[in-house]
């Protein structure tokens, strides 16, 4: 029974990173950092125009679903239906493609018509699935859905001046400003202030997840500069941020998240690329050397061949010892 349970996941985790139409081939998209004059939401932190090439399973609408093969099947993912709603902005507004704005235009609808507020509130773009990374079960939310979800509304909001987009935007927020205890996804806890990607059982903090949440609740500041609290979390989350990267670093590689310590995750090769474009883009938005740091001494990790063979080998013994 046990032997065929581990087959079973290793066929599921095949497709889903080898499938051309897995849920992995969404992700693993040419991904570089975006300079431009922030508080405009002319543009997006992290250049995601070739998500607008997935050619994986959609809904009759358009909105792209993702497929993860065995049990969980084919779902939504609101983290990706913002992505492609935000890559979808970006080619609209850089190089005015009519496909980009379709792409816009559809996440931007979907992600009114799904976002659910609760009695204090709250508004959450929930999954609707168990996961087995982290022990996820259903339903869940994720801060990371959340910034990106509310990036997009906000944008919407300055094209088109709809006051309802940024209510919603407001309500994603709070989310995002309730305490993990709350059932909301502000994770503080020894004198770390976390927006977490994913809620476990202790903390995850995903390194590419609390960045993406910086910028969402970044953009939120620029967009409601009167919220204090809003503020407030975002100069806490920084400061985290900047405590944490050492902690990151492994040497020759970065990490992709705290959850395990002993051994630690090590990024593969598209996250930690995704770590150095982060981490660029938000020593330009905060003005903090230590991001830029960061972003060189990983850029010259990731050009050594033995540093990114050690860091696959890494990778792939821990996934088949954890998952």
């Not at 095949?14 to 693993?28: D, I, K």
């Not at 620029?222 to 902690?247: H, I, S, W």
Request: hydrophobic letters at 45%.
């Amino acid at each position: 029974m046990m032997a065929r349970a581990m087959n079973n996941w290793v066929v599921m985790t095949l497709l889903r990173y080898l499938h051309p139409h897995g849920a992995v081939s969404f992700w693993h998209t040419p991904l570089g950092p975006s300079v431009y004059d922030f508080p405009s939401l002319d543009d997006y932190y992290i250049d995601l125009r070739a998500k607008l090439g997935y050619r994986g399973p959609q809904d009759s609408a358009g909105i792209p679903m993702l497929n993860y093969f065995g049990p969980i099947g084919i779902q939504y993912n609101p983290c990706a239906v913002a992505q492609w709603g935000l890559g979808g902005y970006q080619a609209w507004r850089r190089d005015g493609s009519a496909q980009g704005e379709g792409a816009f235009r559809g996440a931007a609808q979907w992600l009114r018509d799904h976002l659910e507020v609760d009695t204090q509130g709250r508004g959450f773009w929930w999954y609707r699935f168990d996961f087995d990374a982290y022990g996820l079960r259903a339903p869940w939310a994720s801060a990371l859905a959340q910034a990106q979800g509310l990036a997009l509304l906000l944008r919407a909001h300055r094209c088109d001046g709809d006051a309802g987009d940024l209510t919603l935007a407001r309500q994603a927020c709070a989310a995002m400003l309730s305490p993990v205890a709350a059932g909301g996804l502000l994770l503080e806890r020894d004198g770390m202030t976390l927006l977490e990607e994913v809620v476990a059982d202790r903390p995850t903090a995903i390194l590419d997840g609390l960045i993406f949440a910086v910028f969402g609740l970044q953009d939120y500041c620029f967009a409601v500069p009167d919220d204090g609290p809003a503020a407030e979390v975002l100069g806490r989350c920084v400061a985290t941020l900047k405590t944490l990267l050492p902690r990151y670093d492994l040497g020759c590689w970065s990490r992709a998240d705290l959850y395990s310590e002993a051994p630690p995750m090590p990024a593969s090769a598209f996250y930690h690329g995704l770590h150095v474009a982060q981490l660029t883009v938000l020593a330009q938005l905060t003005g903090e050397a230590v991001f830029a740091d960061y972003a060189e001494r990983w850029r010259d990790q990731m050009a050594r061949p033995t540093n990114r063979l050690r860091a696959f080998a890494s990778k792939l013994a821990f996934k088949f010892s954890h998952y």
